[in-house]
């Protein structure tokens, strides 16, 4: 299966066109469109290894943000750690520190194992929960669309059950899966029909070790196509890497600001399309499950820096 130049269909890039179109026209400039936007943060747990709840909500009051992603193990631990004290304890903890559970992230359960995990979402007033579509790229690109029409008919009852407790299900474009490149979202976008349905886009299973201008211009087209159905945008890139135990700092490449991929082109596609959703910087050490730096501070202060150079990009 080819996909030329990592790039958007024809049909998808006129459409992303006619935003821009329409967007000049109404006589707002993306200059001033990109001002007053302002990204939604939502903190990933998982970037604090195996940490404590405890130690990790009162770091969201210095990062200024309220929006927390509970990841299971082998990640985190923080998911079963909810299990572990109970809801009530946990709610009580998240008052505490004025901070609310906005996803949870279930890659090992999959979008058809996710009945028991809708109403811990919906006790946790949680508003998503994000999966994977699983499967294996096509051979040729009937094999891909084919797949990708199954899996949205298949999840017609999952997506039912999330109606029933107002939480929405977001496919990530995991790699290795059905959804491993640009047309292969492109067609996931058009059988987005179920309100309850949703994507979550991940740069880092887009790119490589040669991110370019061409790239980041390529994933802004994607979000403008997306539009209102994106729900979820992983301020994430491949950097060098994230199957490598590399000295840290290099690890680290995976995250807005210091690897090569320029995030100005995707942050000022979301402020254009007035993106209602969350933002949340990420990178998956290797191995998983450990901690980004040393201390939960020193987590905290490489997140707060990727969300500092994010907001320098819309004005950039």
């Not at 130049?5 to 006619?18: C, E, K, M």
């Not at 899996?151 to 009852?157: G, H, N, R």
């Not at 994230?242 to 995976?254: D, G, N, V």
């Not at 998956?284 to 990009?313: E, F, M, N, W």
Request: a negative charge; hydrophobic letters at 40%.
């Amino acid at each position: 299966m080819t996909h030329p130049s990592r790039s958007l269909s024809r049909r998808s890039f006129l459409s992303s066109s006619a935003t821009s179109i329409a967007l000049a026209a109404s006589g707002a400039s993306a200059q001033e469109t990109s001002l007053a936007w302002q990204p939604q943060f939502m903190i990933a747990s998982c970037m604090y290894g195996m940490a404590d709840l405890s130690g990790i909500l009162p770091e969201l009051d210095r990062l200024g943000c309220r929006r927390i992603d509970l990841w299971p193990r082998v990640h985190g631990s923080q998911r079963e750690q909810v299990d572990e004290m109970g809801i009530t304890q946990f709610q009580s903890m998240c008052d505490e520190y004025d901070v609310r559970v906005a996803c949870l992230s279930q890659y090992k359960l999959g979008a058809f194992g996710l009945a028991d995990e809708i109403v811990v979402a919906s006790q946790l007033d949680c508003p998503r929960i994000v999966v994977h579509a699983g499967g294996r790229p096509g051979k040729t690109w009937p094999e891909t669309r084919d797949a990708i029409k199954r899996f949205v008919a298949q999840i017609q009852p999952t997506l039912e059950l999330a109606g029933e407790h107002d939480v929405r299900i977001v496919v990530e474009n995991h790699g290795s899966t059905m959804l491993d490149s640009f047309d292969a979202i492109d067609c996931f976008l058009d059988h987005i029909k179920h309100p309850q349905l949703r994507l979550a886009l991940a740069p880092a299973h887009l790119s490589s070790r040669s991110e370019s201008p061409e790239l980041a211009e390529s994933i802004a087209r994607l979000i403008h196509r997306a539009g209102p159905r994106l729900d979820l945008f992983y301020a994430w890139q491949h950097g060098d890497g994230f199957r490598t135990a590399l000295p840290m700092p290099q690890q680290r490449q995976q995250m807005p600001g210091t690897g090569p991929l320029d995030f100005a082109p995707a942050m000022k596609a979301l402020a254009a399309t007035h993106f209602t959703g969350v933002i949340e910087v990420m990178m998956h050490p290797t191995p998983r499950g450990i901690p980004i730096a040393p201390s939960i501070t020193g987590v905290t202060d490489a997140i707060d820096q990727s969300h500092q150079y994010l907001r320098k990009c819309l004005s950039s």
